[in-house]
């Protein structure tokens, strides 16, 4: 993610330090930050450009130093947002400690914990705008459903070290399981945030892993 | 739906005819049904009230004269979004002519030619408001969650007749996957209209009814 290389520490030289230009990159990241977390909140047509700013601490001059609109900027958004899942997804469903449907609950796991410490206000950037798609830049479509194939490919390879170690059955067609996983899978991050409850979360990973395993 | 009931015609009396004032009715409605169709494809932040009016053809001036807010607007476009659609329901879930399951199959394909005739542009008033439920005031929450409830409880009737006639296991939890039907429907018809595709609602569909009949 942008976030952690804009963050990384570049070796000093010798001599006199360089003029600390810090603003650039922490502006911008802040910016990106405070985009990403009001988006999986509110969505992209409740939020206003006035609050990012405000939530990042950033003159409003300086917003169009760094994207070229609003638009431009949640595109930026979506694929931070991507690249940050896709690391998240792999750190659970590639884990080779754990045998493969568990590595599934244990991301179940992480997702419900995550989604606790907001209060079950924030869900997913990927389903929030994907729901308001009609009234978005038509540019975000494609992007939001590459985001989706990329993540259903990501659980695919974990299903079919699952089917490789029999805990599912060898006919099963792993590539339309893990749609239908992602599929029902923001559904169930939607109800999350409406009942405010993990309930949702469980019902769906339970089902569907019981599901699975027959 | 109230649309229906202000379009029922009143049997005329003998004598002077009344002085005609259909336009309460015409304009109320109207505005419900424009706002309906708005909110099943933008949503409720990207939906503006001069969208409804124009889209109503009812002049501004008369919007608070039906409605006290907004808020008091949104409220009901639920209320007659989910008398709608339980109707819908009932018609295909309740058809004593058709085994349990292929009622279940009916809906989906109804839902699937629904879509269809607006391109994929329509979604599910009730997902799309839940989505942006951070956005949207608090009384908005309950009445959300119980048209949820209420069309799991219809669902469920239909997957007992499953039971009953032994299309399905008889120690399935119906409760439960209905439940578990409702969260990842939503999940994709969100899915379809960011595909602008049947897709999603098929694959859904049919992994979940495969799940059902093992």
Redesign the interface.
Known sequence: MKLESAMAVTPRKRGRPPRLEPAYGTSREALIRAGVALLS???Y??TGLEEVLRSAGVPKGSFYHYFASKDAFGAELIDAYATYFAHKLDRWLLDGNTAPLQRLRNFVADARTGMARYEF?R?CVV??L??????LPELF?DR??GV?LDWQARTERCLRDAQASGEIAAKADCT??A??F???????V??A????SPE?LD??AD?FLT?LA?
Chains 1, 2 share one sequence.
């Open positions: 909140e509110k969505g047509s409740a206000r869900g389903g929030n994907g729901q308001e798609m009609s009234a479509r939001l459903h989706l339309a399981l749609a239908f992602w599929i029902g899978w923001e559904g169930a939607l109800r945030k409406l009942e405010r949702p019902l769906f089902l599901c027959r």
